[in-house]
């Protein structure tokens, strides 16, 4: 069991530049989320998805677009990086949704995205 | 002001210290609360859920006092691999999706 896997785990942009962030899980888990973590502030919602077909809009999506094809796959789209995406991204992914209970959300290793 | 409020720290204790941290939450609609721990430059790892009545896992206990709106997080007899930062979380079950993450205490266990 790999859990929830991220690629690439770091890359470096120029501004303009676009590019996709993988994260895959096999746990068979319906709800999955992107993150982003950046320096004295918790993680952020960028966008989040309840089932394959399925994306909804988080606390910070402007600038990203998100695609959930595959169950097991959700991917995070940046089309013109911006310095300001500089951060690490955070895939996770639950069993239910998170707002349920004791419900624990399993997270990725990361992504270390620079945008110079 | 944060939704969700943590001392940063960073918290430096010795071995078999017991050591603190409060999280302070704002929205009083807020129904579920955890802790988790973050290794550096490592993902986020479940710690323990917070129960109304408080919880114990172990060397670590987990309060929640709603009428102050904080929880806390107690670490007795403090290891070296206790080092890490620790995230505060709060879940608001106002109506669709609302899951807030403090920025986190860091921790730092010295021999």
């Known amino acids: 069991n790999a859990g929830v896997t991220q690629t690439p785990k770091f890359r470096v942009l120029k501004t303009g530049q676009s590019m996709t962030l993988l994260c895959a899980q096999d746990?068979?888990?319906?709800?999955m989320y992107w993150y982003r973590q950046d320096p004295g502030m918790g993680l952020r919602l960028i966008h989040y998805?309840?089932?394959?077909?399925?994306?909804a809009k988080g606390e910070v999506p402007d600038g990203y677009n998100v695609s959930r094809l595959k169950k097991q796959n959700f991917l995070l789209g940046l089309e013109s990086a911006a310095p300001s995406q500089t951060s690490v991204y955070f895939c996770?992914?639950?069993?239910?949704?998170?707002?349920?209970?004791?419900?624990?959300?399993?997270f990725g290793p990361g992504t270390r995205l620079t945008v110079l | 002001r944060k939704e969700v409020e943590q001392d940063p720290g960073p918290f430096n204790v010795p071995e078999g210290a017991t050591v603190a941290f409060n999280c302070t939450y704002s929205?009083?609609?807020?129904?579920?609360f955890f802790w988790y721990r973050q290794d550096c430059r490592k993902e986020p790892k479940l710690l323990m859920s917070?129960?109304?009545s408080g919880n114990e896992d172990g060397r670590f206990t987990a309060q929640l006092n709603r009428a102050s709106q904080y929880i806390s997080l107690l670490i007795r007899d403090s290891k070296l691999s206790d080092s890490a930062t620790y995230l505060c979380?709060?879940?608001?079950?106002?109506?669709?999706?609302?899951?807030?993450f403090g920025a986190g205490t860091r921790l730092f266990v010295k021999a």
């Open positions: 929205n009083s609609a807020s129904q579920s």
């Open positions: 917070v129960y109304s």
């Open positions: 996770a992914s639950s069993y239910f949704p998170v707002e349920i209970g004791d419900n624990e959300q399993f």
């Open positions: 746990m068979n888990h319906e709800y």
């Open positions: 979380v709060v879940k608001a079950d106002t109506g669709g999706f609302k899951t807030i």
């Open positions: 998805s309840v089932g394959e077909g399925t994306t």
